[in-house]
């Protein structure tokens, strides 16, 4: 009950909701972060099984590993650059708190896609202005309130919050150049294994 209440306040006033996520630090539990993270993974699974296929951009058969990465890595991403970046420029939450700020920042997208699904199996191709109209207000939606935990949670100024995004997104950038050229070198290294492990076999 708390997590729904919760995600209402989140909707409807989400200063106190991200204020009153700060001020309960001491009784922090994990919990609503994975309850909100299964939920979004339920709705992405839904969506890309029911979306009418005029108004999907998959093709036939959708890489669902893919897909729901879409959603939790950049997510993730941020949770982590944005904990960097306030605790250099002296921010006030810890990395559970954005974390729990941005699985709630995730209640627009949980509540809107599973009915804009359903409307999708009415909708013929040439109202798919609508369509993709709602998708983008309810991700829009998404990254509002994640700007609104960056601000109220950390106490910063809009001047402030404005650096702190800045800095923010191009250290996911830096992470996921990293972590690319992490999985290029490592499967360069397993390749030149494989055939060295190939030309041992042939020649014992």
Not at 23 to 51: D, H, I, M
Request: glycine residues 4%.
């Amino acid at each position: 009950m708390k997590v729904l209440k919760m995600s209402l306040l989140v909707l409807f006033h989400p200063v106190v909701a991200f204020t009153y996520i700060q001020k309960e630090r001491e009784n922090f539990k994990w919990y609503p972060v994975a309850v909100l993270l299964g939920l979004a993974v339920l709705v992405k699974l839904f969506s890309l099984q029911f979306t009418h296929y005029p108004l999907s951009n998959l093709g036939t058969r959708p890489n669902l590993l893919f897909e729901c990465a879409t959603l939790f890595v950049p997510l993730i991403s941020w949770a982590v650059a944005s904990y960097l970046m306030t605790t250099i420029m002296d921010g006030e939450t810890m990395f559970r708190e954005s974390m729990l700020a941005a699985s709630y920042a995730l209640v627009p997208y949980i509540l809107i896609t599973v009915p804009l699904t359903l409307l999708s199996r009415i909708l013929e191709l040439n109202q798919g202005g609508l369509f993709y109209s709602v998708e983008a207000i309810a991700l829009g939606w998404v990254v509002v309130l994640i700007i609104i935990s960056l601000k109220v949670m950390n106490h910063f100024s809009g001047g402030k919050t404005l650096v702190i995004i800045l800095l923010s997104l191009f250290t996911v950038a830096i992470l996921w150049v990293a972590v690319a050229l992490l999985y290029t070198l490592c499967a360069q290294f397993i390749d030149f294994l494989v055939q060295v492990f190939t030309e041992i076999r042939y020649r014992f």
